[in-house]
């Protein structure tokens, strides 16, 4: 039997896709370029990056150009908005690349995690990357070694970027310096210094916004008759949603103020946002810009959407969602349990009609609550010969109102509420002082949360009054307007003028937003 002869045959390094034929000659080379911000200057390297690599590829004549694939401005940190990182991974995946250039680590992943995730998806494939600045093939044997070493020292240079700019950040929040991104938000937009101004066909819907909520519209009613006249929402959508009505009612921004680091970044890489719950400070500017509408008029709205929030009926006292469907939805109560009236649609004896019943007579039976049903021409005249009784009143009861009014303005708590203010200045001084320094503020966090509560107490009561006065004022208005004059049942005006009606077995009360009460 002749001797084993064994040649050993050298391993040779082979780049290139699987789904390559082994007759193609010339390896099929993209190169991926990205900036991560949108600056000039950046834009400047972009450009630069394209056309360098374009040249690069076409002139080695063992390359074929399989294109540029370029991201603009998008962070390094995933991979999940860069569309065209994406799309040269499905062109390796599909065989159509056989290398991949790119200057650096960093240009290609900041997340260790992602960037070993792709590289070895290629791998798989036979296609290596090349890193210009670090000189890595992933091909080589060295190469994963010193790739995850790179990649993770870029790891922690976005990590160290990522908290250099929560520090700026905190900083400039500190100072009181506001940041909106007023691209989506309605009322205003950016000087050439970028302070926050006015635009005032913008500022006219906000206001319509509030006016119309304090009159009593739904959210959802609100929305709707701005879709029907075609106005588009901050984000230029048609859809008005409830929920975008709410952000814009509490929104303090709109009153000049500002709150700072409403949410807070708790992942570098996912840049996963969450609301802020005390996990980091907050920070509010007070009179940082123009106002569009009055803090009086803010607050109210702030107590409208408190009471409509919290309206609860039927024995069980669950709760209800406000209606504005009918003018007198959710603000006619019973005299004898207090729960709310609703409008329901009645067959008896063959009669049909529609009448206005106690939720817990409704659910409990007379037993629970033995209050009368109400035929709706019945309340509807009940409340509007209270409003003509009104006017019938004229100069009478207009002197009435304004010694009304006296006695709102001369009730002020303007004093309290700047005394509250100084201590605040002061303890908040002490919070950024000690926290410069790197102390412990916990303690002076509460004393400030005490001092807010009070100062909101405050400011409510104060606004409660001034709403008060405007209405009383808005109804002398009107009885000056109307005097003597006889009004039809109208939804629009019993929403601006009626704050409740409570139903008695024998009577009605009918309760102003301006505080008169008339008993019908």
């Not at 230029?236 to 949410?263: C, F, H, S, V």
């Not at 002197?399 to 700047?418: C, F, M, P, Q, W």
Request: charged letters at 30%; one cysteine or more.
């Amino acid at each position: 039997m002749a001797e084993k002869n064994i040649t050993v045959i050298p391993a040779r390094k082979r780049v290139g896709s699987t789904a390559a034929k082994e007759k193609v000659k010339k390896l099929r080379v993209a190169a991926y370029c990205r900036v991560s911000t949108e600056t000039e200057e950046q834009n400047s390297s972009y450009e630069v990056q394209v056309a360098h690599y374009t040249e690069f590829i076409k002139k080695n004549a063992e390359w074929e150009f399989a294109g540029i694939f370029a991201d603009d401005g998008i962070s390094g940190t995933n991979t999940k908005k860069r569309e065209e990182f994406n799309r040269m991974i499905d062109e390796c995946m599909e065989g159509n690349i056989d290398l991949v250039i790119t200057k650096s680590i960093s240009r290609f992943a900041r997340n260790t995690l992602d960037c070993l995730k792709y590289i070895r998806q290629l791998k798989d494939k036979n296609i290596s990357v090349f890193f210009e600045k670090e000189n890595i093939n992933t091909m080589d044997t060295k190469g994963e070694v010193l790739l995850t070493i790179m990649a993770s020292l870029a790891q922690q240079e976005s990590q160290s970027l990522s908290q250099n700019v929560k520090l700026g950040l905190q900083y400039r929040y500190q100072q009181g310096k506001v940041q909106v991104n007023h691209n989506r938000f309605m009322g205003y937009t950016k000087d050439e210094e970028g302070n926050l101004i006015i635009v005032p066909e913008e500022a006219h819907i906000i206001k319509r916004i509030y006016r119309e909520y304090l009159e009593g519209k739904s959210l959802a009613g609100i929305g709707r008759d701005l879709e029907k006249e075609g106005i588009l929402t901050a984000a230029g959508k048609p859809k008005w949603r409830p929920e975008t009505i709410k952000k814009i009612l509490m929104n303090e921004k709109y009153i000049g103020d500002a709150l700072l680091q409403k949410t807070f970044t708790v992942d570098f890489l996912t840049k996963k946002r969450v609301k802020n719950e005390g996990h980091v400070p907050q920070y509010y500017v007070e009179n940082s810009h123009e106002a569009i509408i009055p803090k009086e008029l803010f607050l109210q709205a702030q107590e409208e959407l408190h009471r409509r929030n919290n309206i609860y009926t039927g024995a069980d006292k669950s709760k209800r969602l406000y209606s504005s469907k009918y003018s007198l939805s959710t603000i006619t109560f019973c005299g004898q349990c207090g729960d709310i009236y609703r409008r329901v649609y009645w067959n008896i004896h063959g009669r049909k009609e529609f009448v206005w019943r106690c939720v817990t007579r409704i659910d409990q039976g007379p037993k629970v609550c033995k209050n009368r049903t109400v035929k709706e021409g019945d309340l509807y005249d009940a409340v509007m010969t209270a409003i003509n009784r009104l006017l019938a009143g004229g100069d009478n009861m207009i002197r009435t109102l304004e010694e009304n009014i006296h006695a709102v303005i001369g009730d002020t708590t303007e004093y309290k509420i700047s005394e509250i203010n100084n201590l605040l200045e002061e303890k908040q001084k002490e919070v950024i002082s000690l926290a410069n320094k790197g102390k412990d503020y916990e303690f002076l966090a509460d004393e400030i949360d005490k001092l807010r509560e009070e100062r909101q107490r405050f400011l409510v009561q104060d606004a409660s009054l001034s709403g008060e006065n405007e209405r009383i004022g808005e109804l002398i208005e009107f009885i000056r307007n109307n005097k003597y004059r006889t009004q039809r049942y109208d939804g629009a005006l019993v929403r601006k003028l009626i704050q409740n009606v409570t139903v008695y077995d024998d009577h009605f009360v009918i309760c102003f937003k301006s505080g008169i009460e008339v008993e019908v």
